[in-house]
């Protein structure tokens, strides 16, 4: 009886540190959401047209395939996606956990195992690449921004910069991984873990590129909040 007791206490003090860690997660979460960065952004100085897009839990940050600063096609090579044989015009780029990203194509394929090990342990990451032949159209999941051109050099740079290259100064490919085909995965650099996530890369690219954002975004409402 005494051994059930102590196994009751047990579990129930344990109960109350997760719950309280959770509150303080999510108050952190919260705090840093409401606080929003580049508030003297202006949409109306912006010369390049991007895009944010939510699936509702994870953001993409979309660009035009060329302009005068890149031509996206010449780093990230066309011919390895199965399905662009014409010329695209916008490329979708998203950081993230590597073991989320490749064994979850599809909400139902999600495992206890792959979502507890992307939340609590720092874990190797992947960039999602998608090629669009259109541009997409603004909607509730889909954010407009225009920024100038002189910040659109430096967020290309932000983003070059997550991919890891290899000796011939191309992304390095996950082969045979991506969901269609039009996108792929590559090797990222950085760890995934509870304060670093899908959404506060595009939030730090946002912040790069001078868009109003939030101090830290969690969760995809810190960023679309402010857009």
Partial sequence: MKYITKVAIFFLYSLEILILLLCTYLTIALIGSSLPINTDYNPEKGEIEI???????????????????????????????????????????????????????????????????????????????????????????????????????????FIKDSFVINPDMGPQLIPNVGYTSVDNFYEAKGSYYLFRTCNTWTNDALATAGVRTSVLALFENGILRHL
């Fill in 51 to 157: 895009f944010i897009i939510s699936n509702g839990i994870h953001t993409d940050i979309c660009l035009p395939v060329e302009t005068t600063q890149i031509n996206w096609t010449d780093f990230i090579d066309t011919k390895t996606f199965r399905g662009i044989n014409q010329k695209p015009q916008f490329i979708s780029i998203g950081w993230g956990d590597k073991g989320f990203f490749l064994d979850t194509p599809a909400w139902s394929d999600l495992k206890a195992s792959t979502a507890i090990n992307a939340a609590f342990l720092p874990s190797s990451t992947a960039m999602h690449v998608t090629y669009f032949l259109r541009k997409p159209i603004e909607r509730k999941s889909i954010k407009r921004c225009k920024i100038t051109r002189k910040k659109y050099t430096e967020l290309i740079g």
